[in-house]
């Protein structure tokens, strides 16, 4: 019954105002595309949104620390009610950084194997397991942190660390069992995931002529494996990236194994610091005065920013590889 | 338009309507109270409010263990019928929620704990001690102090490790309040707050953090509520009061240093910015038996009711019964919690405080 179909009279209407403005009739194509692209600009204003309601937030601490806020060295929100953030991005950048370090070589291996030796079936079981690991909340993290890793970490490692590379500064100090490296291997363990499994991508998505043309030169498996990882660097540098951003933005298990302790630097990797999230988690539930609320924002703020500059960094990269390889693709 | 899509989508709307409708008439209509506030008197307040829906179907309370900092904000922004914090109002804070009473609802005790090996409970702390301690003064476990008040024992010369809370909270109001009426020093550099700038030590999140902290790293020191303390059977120190004792933490030693601290109470309206067990027994010699660093936990309500927005005499009503019957029979439930019972002095103050409730200018307890 084609009269059936026919829409009702108000739908009529709605469709003339609509061609009026927008020139176009309300067709569902159209509807749909008018949907999806006011949801998709909805992503701006909810970023728009975020930066104006965290300087707005801040605002009493940018006005009375301007810069010294970023450069400043002290948090004391009962006496001089001063706050400075400085040991906190040193705090976040290293144990980041440290993540990378035990947590990148790790990934790439998973990535590579599942790229390039894995079979399928024992390939699919690796990736379920590893993305499964991006699952579990990051409390849990920190509570195995505290019960399991700390005390395994403390009886068993860190001592002999300490007797062979005692000598070096960095190894030497006493040893509380969280601190400054469990933080590392907590973050590296977190990172895991996204590294190896974009790498994995990454990986696969080198052409196979490449590998072809390596083994008919007469290279071995792990020389084919060279190539293909040199041939992926910049996406494996975006992987990289994306891990760092997560390692950056990580609250809950590493407030609970860093130790939060508040200074411009620690004594040595055993000690304990602090990092910019971990104050936030720490301190906002109970800032009871305007000042103390504004720089806890203020410190969002801040986040928010090495993030950002963070996540682009990885856009940059992921962008140039990706051209790369449609390039190659292309001849 | 297609009937076959709009008959069930009626359909459906019927159904759920009239299932929220009977929902809403075959019940006597219930009065929720709205609370929010500190995190210590939670498992109190939510046995409180438990136990009251037995004696009241109709009356549904609903708590919102989200700090005291942000109970503080729900009731300075009226968005909650209570608030409840560890803390009283400062006076800024009293003054942006002007006419907010004041109602001790329980009291909690914070206790230091240490992990020497083959030491048990009992080793004896002074204020001094322990603010030389937690501002790094005091490095060694057998420091000349230390060994002269506690001769029984045989300390060891290991350096003492510190470990504090990290998060803002109560508990860590409460000590440094304490140290700072003890040491001079403490008062002007580190001071008291819910967090401070710590001299020296390791932070963990949490009760469980700091104990964490603490049962992993031997010759250690920290603080906790003595509740936590109490249920993970921690091995706690003995802190000397200005009568010279070295008190055990117990509910009776808070108990009895609150009902010392009962008289110097201001009224309910008034602001109650000053008021702390602790810095009214510290400096009492007569306070025998009373444990030192021992606070009030206090329930937030506005005097005159009908400033909250969505406030109506019954739910007025309501809350002041509430609030009458947790300082009266719920107290009851304290023990088994391991919280202390209000003494007799703090409730008579809180019945006063309860008679000045109003709705509309309209008296709501009348007993």
């Known amino acids: 019954m084609k009269s059936s179909r026919k829409p009702p009279v108000f739908i009529h209407n709605l469709n003339v105002k609509v061609h009026k403005i927008f020139k176009k009739p309300l067709t569902g194509d159209y509807a749909f595309k008018l949907l999806a692209a006011t949801f998709a600009s909805i992503i701006f204003l909810i970023l728009g949104l975020m930066i104006y309601e965290l300087i707005k937030g801040s605002q009493l601490s940018l006005q009375r620390f301007g810069i010294e806020f970023l450069i400043g060295t002290k948090w004391d929100p009962a006496i001089s009610q001063v706050f400075g953030v400085l040991p906190l991005i040193l705090g976040t950048l290293v144990t980041s950084a440290i993540a990378l370090l035990i947590g990148v070589p790790i990934s790439l291996c998973i990535g590579l194997a599942l790229s390039e030796y894995a079979p399928k079936r024992f390939g699919f079981a690796i990736s379920f397991l590893v993305e499964l690991l991006a699952a579990v909340p990051s409390v849990i993290y920190g509570l195995w942190g505290i019960f399991t890793l700390i005390p395994f970490l403390r009886n068993n490692v860190y001592a002999y660390l300490q007797g062979i590379l005692g000598f070096i500064p960095l190894f030497s100090g006493p040893i509380y069992g969280g601190g400054v490296l469990t933080g590392g291997i907590i973050l590296a363990i977190m990172i895991i995931p996204t590294v190896s499994a974009v790498s994995r991508d990454v990986f696969s998505a080198v052409p196979n002529t490449q590998r072809e043309a390596m083994i008919s030169l007469g290279a071995t498996k792990w020389e084919t494996a060279k190539n293909v990882i040199s041939y992926a660097r910049s996406g494996v540098i975006g992987a990289i990236i994306l891990g760092l951003g997560r390692a950056v933005g990580e609250t809950m298990a590493i407030t609970m194994v860093i130790g939060n302790k508040f200074q411009l630097l620690p004594s040595s990797l055993f000690d304990a610091w602090y990092t910019m999230s971990a104050i936030i988690a720490n301190e906002f539930t109970e800032a009871t005065y305007g000042l103390y609320v504004s720089a806890l924002i203020e410190v969002g703020l801040v986040l928010f920013f090495v993030a950002l500059i963070i996540n682009v960094l990885a856009r940059l990269v992921v962008w140039r590889s990706l051209k790369l390889v449609r390039g190659i693709a292309r001849e | ?367």
Do not use: C
């Not at chain 2, 179907?57 to 922004?77: F, L, R």
């Not at chain 2, 967090?195 to 964490?212: A, D, I, R």
């Open chain 2, 1 to 367: 338009m297609n009937y076959k899509i709009v008959i069930p989508i009626v359909a459906i709307a019927i159904i759920v309507t009239s299932v929220f409708a009977y929902q809403y008439l075959s019940k006597p209509q219930t009065i929720t109270l709205n609370g929010a506030g500190a995190t210590f008197p939670f498992p109190l307040i939510d046995k409180w409010t438990a136990e009251y829906h037995k004696i009241k179907p109709d009356v549904q309370v609903n708590y919102q263990s989200i700090g005291s900092g942000g109970g503080i904000k729900q009731h300075t922004e009226k968005t909650v019928y209570f608030g409840a914090s560890d803390a009283p109002l400062t006076e800024q804070q009293f003054a942006d929620a002007p006419n907010t009473l004041h109602i001790p609802m329980t009291i909690g005790g914070v206790v230091p704990t240490y992990n020497v090996p083959g030491m048990s409970k009992g080793l004896k702390f002074t204020g001094e001690i322990l603010a030389d301690i937690f501002l790094g003064k005091i490095t060694k476990w057998n420091d000349p102090r230390l060994m002269a008040l506690n001769p029984e024992t045989s300390l060891p010369n290991h350096d003492i490790i510190v470990v504090h809370r990290s998060d803002g909270s109560g508990t860590t109001f409460v000590f440094t309040n304490y140290l700072s009426d003890i040491s001079q020093e403490w008062k002007t550099t580190v001071g008291k707050s819910t967090s401070v700038n710590w001299p020296t030590g390791l932070g963990g999140k949490g009760n469980e953090g700091v104990t964490g902290l603490i049962s992993q790293n031997p010759y250690s020191i920290g603080y906790v509520e003595f509740i936590y303390a109490k249920k993970n059977n921690l091995t706690w120190g003995y802190v000397q009061n200005a009568a010279g004792e070295f008190v055990e933490p117990s509910l009776e030693s808070f108990s009895t240093a609150a009902s010392f601290a009962a008289v110097t109470l201001p009224r309910g309206d008034e602001s109650w910015s000053r008021v702390s067990i602790i810095d009214s027994i510290v400096n009492n010699t007569q306070a025998t038996g009373a444990y030192p660093i021992t606070s009030f936990s206090y329930f937030l309500v506005y005097k005159e009711l009908n400033v909250l927005p969505n406030m109506n005499e019954d739910a007025a009503k309501t809350l002041v019964e509430f609030l009458w019957w947790t300082i009266h029979d719920g107290q009851n439930f304290s023990a088994e919690l391991v919280y202390v019972p209000l003494p007799a002095e703090v409730v008579t103050h809180n019945e006063a405080t309860i008679r000045m409730i109003t709705f509309n200018g309209q008296q709501l307890y009348k007993g």
